[in-house]
């Protein structure tokens, strides 16, 4: 698969110092994006959507996929509740991730911490129409588990 076209950001006023959202390696599938607000306490249990300070224009046909970052969720319970959550090609407002503190203590955000990933990925836009029967497989209505342990 040929890679996605350009994702285009644009600066809200304010951020100038904020990195546009980038890779640690170059293997690394998702794009590191940081916190734009004045540093805040996340309180266990809360969640709260935390601007970026960022606008992204997507390529017809992408979607941006907004992920937990793995060292957050290990050292304080950090999370994302609509993980993944997706951010449509069509969509220009402020990008904000919400974030959760599933952790026990408080956890302060920094303004520029990196709070969250994006991953870019093509996708589908079929037809969607009803059927009166559908095509039989062995698994059939099997689900949760239905498919062995091992």
């Given at each position: 698969m040929s890679e996605p076209s350009r994702v285009r950001f644009l600066r809200l006023k304010g951020n100038p110092d904020l990195p546009l959202p980038s890779r640690a390696t170059p293997q690394a599938a998702g794009y590191d994006v940081r916190s734009a607000e004045a540093d805040l306490e996340l309180?266990?249990?809360?969640?709260?959507?935390?601007?970026?300070?960022?606008?992204?224009?997507?390529?017809?046909?992408?979607?941006?996929?907004?992920?937990?970052?793995s060292g957050l969720a290990a050292r304080y319970g950090i999370t994302l509740p609509n993980s993944p959550?997706?951010?449509?090609?069509?969509?220009?407002g402020e990008l904000k991730v919400l974030l959760q503190n599933g952790g026990s203590d408080p956890v302060e955000i920094r303004r520029g911490e990196r709070i969250a990933q994006l991953?870019?990925?093509?996708?589908?836009?079929?037809?969607?129409?009803?059927?009166?029967?559908?095509?039989?497989?062995?698994?059939?209505e099997g689900g949760f588990g239905s498919t062995g342990t091992g």
């Open positions: 309180q266990p249990g809360e969640i709260r959507a935390v601007a970026t300070g960022l606008v992204m224009e997507l390529p017809p046909g992408v979607e941006c996929q907004v992920r937990p970052r959550g997706t951010i449509d090609p069509d969509y220009r991953v870019f990925a093509r996708f589908l836009a079929p037809e969607v129409a009803e059927a009166e029967s559908l095509t039989e497989t062995d698994r059939g």
